[in-house]
């Protein structure tokens, strides 16, 4: 079955520090690739998504996230992260037959001030 | 626009008790989905509906059902409560055509069941 693994659980920097995030995905086709981001008592929030293209991808706030098919990987990076950043992240995948969302299982950020 | 907005966002509840959440999806979208979080697990789908039709389904029991309504608003019943059922239950809600592949989903901020 398809899945998508988070390495890091818990990370926590610094504020300015760099921030790179890792999701790999294990499906080899056509992939749509997503990160998410819920910060403290909100909802959901879509940061980017990769569906074709240029395989580095801008989304809001400063993020970015590479697609790296060789790797099955989608890591998501920030070159200087703020306090405002802490929050809890969800890398996805659409799945094979094209009809649900298939998430990581989460990687919390803690950025101190 | 309004969001995704889910009811109760709270709830206690008995093993045992059955429960129901609801979900009303942004205007003119008709596709509703729903997840269950836990932190061992992470976000997991439950089901889709379109236009009041169950499209897809994930891997969860038959106690969990669900069914949309022909205003697109959504409910989900959870039957014979266990304790592992606690958890964060989001409902995200998309135009529906080409779900997910074209159109984005937006989430509500979920309803927090636990179970005692």
């Known amino acids: 079955a398809q899945s998508v693994s988070q390495h890091n659980h818990h990370v926590i920097l610094s504020e300015a520090a760099s921030l790179e995030l890792g999701c790999n995905y294990s499906y080899g086709g056509t992939v749509n690739l997503f990160w998410y981001v819920q910060y403290p008592g909100q909802h959901l929030q879509l940061l980017l998504k990769?569906?074709?293209?240029?395989?580095l991808v801008k989304g809001i706030k400063g993020f970015e996230a590479e697609f790296i098919k060789s790797k099955f990987s989608f890591n998501l990076r920030k070159p200087s992260v703020q306090w405002s950043d802490t929050a809890e992240y969800f890398c996805a995948v659409i799945n094979q037959a094209g009809t649900a969302l298939i998430f990581g299982k989460g990687t919390t950020l803690s950025v101190s001030s | 626009k309004a969001g995704v907005t889910q009811t109760p966002r709270y709830l206690i509840k008995t093993r045992g008790q059955q429960v129901t959440l609801s979900c009303s999806p942004i205007s003119g979208h008709r596709s509703v989905s729903w997840y269950q979080q836990t932190p061992g697990q992470g976000l997991q789908f439950l089901f889709e509906y379109f236009s009041e039709t169950q499209r897809n389904k994930g891997n969860f029991p038959g106690r969990f059902s669900g069914r949309q309504f022909s205003n697109s608003r959504s409910e989900m019943n959870v039957s014979t409560l266990e304790l592992g059922d606690s958890a964060l239950y989001l409902c995200?809600?998309?135009?529906?055509?080409?779900?997910?592949?074209?159109?984005?989903?937006?989430f509500g901020q979920g309803t927090r069941l636990t179970v005692v």
């Open positions: 995200a809600s998309s135009l529906g055509q080409g779900w997910p592949l074209t159109t984005e989903a937006f």
């Open positions: 990769y569906f074709s293209g240029d395989p």
